[in-house]
C-alpha cells in the first residue's frame, strides 16, 4: 500500500518498502526493453525516493545504474555490474512511476538519464 500524504505534496519515502521496489523493479525492466544496449543494466545505488499522492501515486526514483554482461534475454537478478573494463558503464537516472494497485496498473511515465564518468 503506497505511503498516505496530502494529494499533491512530494515526500521522501523508504527505499526498502516493497512498493518502491516494485516500482524500480518496473522502471528497470522498462528501461533496459526500450534500451538499444544489447545487454542489460542493473541498479547499483539508490540515491532518493520520494513520493506524491495523485490519482495514484508517483514514485520519483533518482538511481545509480551500470551495464552488466548479461545479454538483454537473460534474467537480471543473477547479473553483476561490469567495472575495470573499458565495456564498464554508468547513469544516474531518474525514472517517475505512476501505479494506481487498486486498478493493476503501473506505468513508466518519464525516464532521464545522464552517463556518470569516471
Request: charged share 20%; aromatic share 10%; proline share 6%.
Amino acid at each position: 500500500m503506497p505511503p498516505s500524504g496530502l494529494p499533491g505534496g512530494v515526500t521522501d519515502i523508504n527505499a526498502n518498502k516493497p512498493e518502491v521496489k516494485a516500482a524500480l523493479k518496473f522502471a528497470m525492466k522498462e528501461y533496459n526493453k526500450g534500451s538499444s544496449d544489447r545487454y542489460l543494466y542493473v541498479v547499483v545505488d539508490v540515491i532518493s525516493v520520494q513520493g506524491q499522492v495523485v490519482e495514484g501515486y508517483n514514485y520519483f526514483l533518482t538511481v545509480k545504474i551500470a551495464k552488466t554482461l548479461c545479454r538483454k534475454n537473460s534474467n537480471v537478478s543473477g547479473c553483476s555490474p561490469i567495472s575495470n573494463s573499458p565495456m564498464a558503464k554508468t547513469y544516474e537516472c531518474t525514472f517517475v512511476v505512476w501505479s494506481r494497485p487498486w486498478l493493476n496498473d503501473i506505468q513508466l511515465m518519464e525516464q532521464q538519464c545522464h552517463q556518470l564518468h569516471s
